[in-house]
């Protein structure tokens, strides 16, 4: 069965702190995302790897920083938490897409950490 | 302006009522998704479509790559049913667009 999992479900934060979101998986798939969801928005894209040490920008990167350092795991940095970015932080992953024929895989979803920056 | 529209964008029905909740995009897709949320966060996939039709159970989903557009419908709806129902857009590579969603209740 496979399982994405996030490091919390609910996390309070002051405005300021660093805060560290983490997402592990464990279907060894190669390309992970990270995803902010705000009413009225639906998901919006922060950040993706499709590679252990590899990153690229979403949508909305501005305030986030992240790393994968191993392939299951991928971690989401808000180096200085604002009240701006009190949300719902959904991680996800695939597996690679690169190959013909191969490209439709759907992405396995965590469950969610709600972040509140007071 | 958003590349995936999705009406309504909340729905309130009787238990048993037919449901149809519809997706339209604007860009070329290699698939659509129909993705299931429940309260509290968690999201599952439901369907998987580039082309045609799909039936699991009470839902089936259709799509018209011509109109770029699909409907997800929901037969005898049941009170568990209640979550939002998001689509999603892959655009070739890795990315993803997603609407932003449907809340749908089902009452009893």
Aim: charged share 20%.
């Amino acid at each position: 069965d496979v399982k994405v999992t996030q490091s919390s479900r609910y996390l309070v934060k002051r405005t300021g702190e660093k805060v560290f979101l983490e997402c592990v998986q464990d279907m060894d798939h190669e390309n992970m995302f990270w995803y902010r969801q705000d009413p009225g928005l639906g998901l919006r894209l922060i950040y993706f790897s499709y590679d252990v040490k590899m990153k690229e920008k979403g949508d909305i990167p501005e305030g986030y920083s992240v790393s994968r350092e191993k392939k299951e795991r991928f971690s989401l940095i808000l180096e200085s938490a604002s009240t701006n970015q009190t949300s719902m932080y959904l991680c996800a992953s695939s597996s690679f897409s690169g190959r013909a024929g191969k490209n439709q895989e759907t992405q396995y979803f965590g469950p969610g950490t709600r972040l509140l920056v007071l | 302006k958003n590349e995936v529209e999705q009406s309504p964008q909340n729905l309130t029905a009787q238990e048993g009522e037919f449901i149809t909740i519809n997706c339209s995009y604007s860009v070329g897709i290699s698939a659509l998704h129909w993705l299931q949320q429940h309260p509290g966060g968690g999201i599952v996939s439901l369907f998987m479509l580039s082309s045609g039709k799909k039936k699991h159970g009470r839902l089936i989903a259709t799509i018209n790559i011509q109109e770029k557009h699909s409907s997800l419908h929901i037969t005898a709806s049941h009170p568990r049913d209640s979550a939002v129902y998001i689509c999603a857009v892959r655009i070739g590579g890795n990315q993803f667009y997603f609407g932003t969603g449907t809340s749908l209740t089902v009452i009893p």
